[in-house]
């Protein structure tokens, strides 16, 4: 089956191993995600003001496209994934809330003529960890393993944005189970820690680094204590956020010892035997290859 | 028992109805549980607790509420929102102070200077993120 995919503007620069390696493992699920044709940004975080329209013009010109991205496709679901989780939760957001007030999606339409795209109100925003939950299953995942991740001991990182707020979660937002079951999926060990949502800081990070690094420590330090080797994420933001800072910290002189930073996908791609190099491994700060050899997971004779 | 050190003339609530109108919120929901400050990830680095920020909502203290760093460290992690008893959106409110700074005293605001290696190293999403929520952009 082929889904309509939005990459969204990281998916391209930083996580370019996060796309890669997320399309790799959709091929070998048969979900394959396909990129939709002139796609926007989306603004990055949602507006929570009640009254700035010009705000939410973007997201629905992204769904309007992705709509008629799915007519090509053929047999396509009427739904559009994302692998970024604010992607996630701003085209989730603003999707419902242009279906509760079709007065504010026709004046939203009234701007997109330009373009000549109408959005119907008939599209759904995934994430991808929704979809290998509900349309591929945990044992399809399972099935496909080839190299289990044995001595892997994964803490599952959901950041605020996939399970905030009502309109955008993907799961229950006090006890996640997804990223947990693909973890344990692939044959490796998983870590329950209290930390899996504590906000790592966000957009702080351009200009207030200080609260960013307040953040990492007590998250780095909490996935460590319950014994994990490495932490997964969905969110590029969070990424840079934990992997960055780490490298950051350890110049400081805080924090000794950084641990790697996996996208979900990229751990998928090494379980399930694809190349190495839709990872893109060079572009992490903390070098994730070094633990991957020391279990022997990479480099084996095949 | 006289109340009248407690103003709510027409400023004060000009500023509360503004930040409702925003916001979409009804700012007297709140009881002051603490619920919002005590969940909140950056708490020890705001000048004043979320629930005293709304408390001088309800009351109209504009100043006092510009004055304080309480809605320009919120990450917008939507925690206080998801947890509220009284099914406010706090984080709204939180955004309502920031676009109400944006929108009528942006003389207020500093203006970032960012340095090109930074601009070059900080994911784009971060960027726009950032501006989205700090700049009238």
Not at chain 1, 61 to 70: D, E, I, K, Q, W
Not at chain 1, 92 to 121: R, S, T
Not at chain 2, 72 to 89: F, G, M, N, Q
Request: charged letters at 25%; a negative charge.
């Amino acid at each position: 089956m082929k889904n309509s995919y939005f990459p969204g503007c990281n998916l391209k620069t930083e996580a370019k191993g996060f796309e890669q390696s997320a399309i790799a493992v959709s091929k070998a699920l048969d979900a394959e995600l396909v990129e939709m044709p002139e796609w926007n940004c989306c603004g990055t975080v949602q507006t929570m003001t009640t009254d700035n329209l010009m705000r939410r013009i973007a997201p629905v010109r992204v769904l309007s496209r992705a709509s008629n991205h799915v007519k090509e496709l053929k047999n396509s679901q009427n739904q559009v994934i994302t692998l970024c989780s604010m992607c996630n939760s701003t085209l989730k957001i603003v999707n419902a809330e242009v279906k509760e007030n079709p007065n504010d999606l026709e004046k939203i339409n009234f701007q997109l003529e330009n373009d000549d795209l109408v959005y119907e109100g008939d599209m759904e925003v995934k994430h991808f960890l929704e979809i290998l939950r509900d349309d591929v299953g945990y044992e399809n995942i399972a099935k496909k393993v080839t190299n289990p991740l044995e001595g892997m001991k994964i803490a599952s990182y959901y950041g605020c944005m996939l399970l905030h707020p009502e309109k955008a979660k993907i799961d229950d937002e006090e006890m996640p189970t997804v990223m947990e079951s693909i973890v344990l999926s692939l044959g490796a060990e998983v870590v329950d820690w209290p930390y899996f949502k504590q906000c790592c800081g966000s957009y702080h990070i351009v200009d207030r680094d200080d609260i960013v690094n307040s953040q990492v420590v007590k998250i780095i330090r909490n996935a460590k204590k319950t014994g994990a080797n490495a932490l997964i994420v969905a969110c590029p933001l969070c990424a840079y956020n934990l992997d960055n800072q780490q490298v950051e910290l350890e110049k400081l002189g805080v924090e000794k010892e950084p641990i790697p930073i996996f996208y979900f996908t990229q751990l998928m791609a090494i379980a399930m035997g694809l190349p190495q190099k839709v990872n893109h491994f060079e572009d992490h700060h903390i070098n994730p290859i070094l633990l991957l050899k020391e279990l022997g997971l990479i480099g084996k004779k095949k | 028992m006289s109340y009248d050190y407690i103003e709510f003339g027409d400023t004060e609530k000009e500023f509360t109805s503004k930040i409702e109108e925003i916001s979409g919120q009804n700012i007297f929901s709140c009881y002051q549980c603490g619920k919002c400050s005590a969940g909140c990830a950056f708490s020890n680095l705001m000048e004043k607790t979320i629930n005293h920020t709304m408390q001088l909502v309800q009351l109209g203290k504009k100043e006092k509420v510009l004055q304080s760093n309480t809605h320009w460290v919120c990450a917008s992690c939507l925690t206080c929102t998801v947890r509220c008893p009284r099914e406010i959106d706090v984080a709204a409110v939180m955004e309502a102070i920031r676009e109400y700074t944006l929108r009528y005293e942006p003389e207020t605001i500093e203006r970032l200077d960012l340095p090109e290696e930074l601009l070059k190293k900080i994911p784009n999403i971060a960027l726009v993120g950032s501006f989205r929520k700090k700049s009238e952009l």
